[in-house]
């Protein structure tokens, strides 16, 4: 259980990230999100925290903004008096040929899957304590890449292994995790079980079946709890067997 605990979710008003803050919300940990245009539905997901008995805060700050990044680690510290928990969930889908990409895609990719990530983190660790936990949300196409057009969208979700890895390294000796989520074809508005491309994504699983957000929820909030004190820079992959 995660009674007493303060998290801070990025890009938690939907998908993923949604199913991540209820989750660490029902383990018993008070949770802030952050959102960069959904607020309504980013304050929905916090009603229903408030609802289940915990607290709930929702903080603007896009992905590629520096200074919102750290404005939203210190006011989750501020309003929720801490902070323990931090899931790197915010991201992108860029889709296509590389001759395509703009060089502004190109640095907005980068700079919301890895360079927010190591911010975060560098703004979250000066609050945190023994049993901190730093969980990033990767992607399966990280170790198989199923089809053209991810190139990008794979490079960038593979920093965060060198992140997760060294980051581990660095702050083991104060007793702080850092682990990396592989999620595989989720349900979510940015990759419904029943849309275009659905039945081909299902036909490279083992299990021949899309994951649910909370399939995922789940593995972070065993990351995040006590028993997986011992468990530290290394990735765990929730793909219904795509990369079997």
Request: hydrophobic content about 40%; aromatic content about 4%; charged content about 20%.
């Amino acid at each position: 259980m995660l009674n007493g605990r303060v998290a801070l979710v990025t890009g938690g008003s939907r998908g993923i990230g949604a199913a991540i803050a209820r989750r660490l919300a029902a383990e018993g940990a008070d949770v802030a999100i952050t959102y960069a245009r959904a607020g309504e539905k980013a304050r929905e997901v916090v009603r229903e925290i408030e609802a289940a008995g915990g607290r709930g805060l929702a903080v603007p700050a896009e992905a590629t903004d520096a200074t919102a990044l750290a404005e939203a680690v210190e006011r989750t510290v501020s309003t929720l008096g801490g902070l323990d928990i931090l899931v790197n969930n915010a991201g992108i889908a860029p889709y296509g040929p590389i001759e395509d990409f703009t060089l502004e895609e190109v640095d907005r990719t980068l700079a919301v899957h890895a360079r927010a990530s190591f911010l975060l983190a560098q703004a979250a660790v000066r609050h945190m304590g023994d049993g901190g936990r730093i969980i990033s949300i990767g992607s399966s196409l990280v170790e198989r890449v199923t089809s053209p057009g991810w190139t990008l969208y794979s490079m960038s979700k593979s920093a965060l292994i060198g992140f997760t890895k060294g980051l581990a390294r660095d702050l083991g000796p104060r007793g702080i995790t850092v682990n990396l989520v592989h999620p595989g074809s989720t349900d979510t508005d940015m990759n419904p079980a029943d849309g275009p491309d659905a039945e081909e994504e299902r036909s490279y699983t083992a299990l021949g079946r899309y994951c649910d957000p909370d399939d995922i929820a789940a593995t972070v909030a065993h990351l995040a709890g006590p028993g997986a004190r011992n468990i530290t820079g290394t990735s765990v992959t929730v793909d219904a067997g795509t990369t079997a």
